[in-house]
């Protein structure tokens, strides 16, 4: 779901092309570390992991169509879409043992930390969104939310109140 002003033009706002190369090795390479950190998780390696088996191609999907300069906030298990943006795999190890320079991002740096509260991004994604639109920035807030999300209060507050903002805001319910 996108909140825009007007219908938006996917050619125009200077989407990053879609590159399908690009597209399917970040989907494996993310079903690949996917693999790697479960089984570092189940041997006791690393603290807890949020797998995406399965799910690759949603997150990697949306970072495609997002620009650098748009802003990511992710669930737990969007790794394919941070992996595209250019969170590293590091990082992302290192938040998953509990480190938080893990989401002191190297690449995109203004993309906000995994939500680990079901449905809070939803509320922060309205607020970035509101700060576009105050500063007059074309660009765009996203977040990914689960099934089970929806049914939270900051889901239905942030959407009704993203609705009214009617800002650039973008919600994906994977
Ligand atoms: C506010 C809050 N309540 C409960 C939890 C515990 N919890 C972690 S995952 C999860 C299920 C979420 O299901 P869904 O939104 O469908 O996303 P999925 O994990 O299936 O991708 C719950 C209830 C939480 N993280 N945050």
Not at 46 to 72: C, N, P
Request: charged share 20%.
């Amino acid at each position: 779901m996108l909140y825009a002003a007007s219908e938006p033009n996917l050619t125009t706002i200077g989407c990053i092309p879609y590159r399908p190369a690009t597209f399917r090795a970040t989907r494996w390479r993310t079903r690949l570390f996917d693999t790697k950190a479960i089984a570092l998780q189940r041997t006791g390696t690393l603290g807890t992991f949020a797998s995406s088996l399965g799910q690759e191609a949603i997150g990697v999907g949306i970072a495609s169509a997002m620009r650098a300069e748009d802003v990511l906030l992710p669930s737990y298990r969007d790794h394919g879409a941070q992996f595209l943006r250019g969170v590293t795999m590091v990082e992302c190890l290192l938040y998953w043992s509990g480190d938080e320079r893990g989401s002191d991002f190297s690449g995109p740096r203004w993309d906000f930390p995994n939500c680990i509260p079901i449905g809070n991004q939803v509320c922060h994604a309205v607020g970035v969104a509101y700060a576009f639109r105050l500063r007059r920035e074309a660009r765009v807030a996203i977040c990914i939310i689960g099934d089970g999300g929806t049914s939270k209060g900051d889901f239905l507050r942030g959407h009704e109140h993203g609705g009214r903002l009617a800002g650039a805001g973008g919600l994906r319910d994977q």
